[in-house]
């Protein structure tokens, strides 16, 4: 059942916010075989929105504009839309004013941001991040940069650090395997975490951590 009490769900980026995302529940949306869990959102059905999605075997949602663009990332399943089929790992953009109707076959897991673009970023992007770790030693995967805003990918260890990152204040991170530490925050695989005020020497990994992370955008 799609529940409408998804008003303004975090939505001042003056402060911290984390949310272990397996401690929530999953909410219906207006499609069958499609739930969310909301991290932040504006406004039920339209406006700024970063979830955590589901979608279950053969579920389908109806075709929708992204007049501010999307961003995806695939935790695991298959994705798919008119322009293909998106496996774990695969992570797009589409940029304003653009439009598909999603559906999936096996399943999926997806982080998702809504109508966060800047109205000039028109750039379409889509990267299948499993084969380019395959071609690459280093532990941070570059996905996109546009101004002052930045995704990767990163692979820690305890010997690695975010210090030598150009990172802004404005950090967003979402824990795909293994546990970090931010200060008193302890981010378990599935946690979501927005900061104002990143401090990297506040940031620790004791042993594994595979994060996405995004920086100057907000």
Not at 32 to 51: C, D, I, N, Q, Y
Not at 81 to 100: I, L, M, Q, V, W
Not at 185 to 213: H, M, N, Q, T
Request: net charge negative; glycine share 6%.
């Amino acid at each position: 059942m799609f529940s409408w009490l998804l008003l303004m769900l975090n939505m001042d980026f003056a402060q911290t916010v984390f949310i272990d995302t397996n401690q929530e529940e999953w909410i219906g949306s207006p499609m069958t075989g499609v739930f969310r869990k909301p991290l932040a959102r504006e406004e039920a059905e339209r406006g700024h929105a970063t979830s955590i999605v589901q979608y279950q075997p053969k579920s389908v949602f109806r075709p929708h504009p992204h007049p501010l663009g999307e961003e995806i990332l695939v935790l695991n399943g298959v994705f798919s839309d008119e322009s293909g089929d998106f496996k774990a790992g695969s992570y797009f953009r589409n940029p304003p004013g653009t439009s598909h109707a999603p559906h999936s076959d096996e399943g999926c897991l997806l982080l998702v941001k809504l109508h966060q673009f800047h109205p000039s970023d028109l750039n379409q992007v889509t990267l299948d991040t499993s084969s380019i770790w395959y071609q690459q030693e280093s532990s941070i995967l570059p996905l996109y940069q546009y101004g002052e805003e930045r995704v990767y990918l990163v692979r820690m260890t305890g010997e690695n650090t975010l210090t030598t990152f150009a990172l802004s204040q404005a950090v967003e991170i979402f824990v795909i395997s293994g546990l970090a530490n931010y200060g008193e925050y302890k981010l378990p695989a599935g946690a979501w975490f927005r900061e104002p005020s990143f401090s990297p020497e506040e940031w620790r990994v004791d042993d594994e951590c595979f994060i996405w992370l995004k920086t100057g955008h907000f």
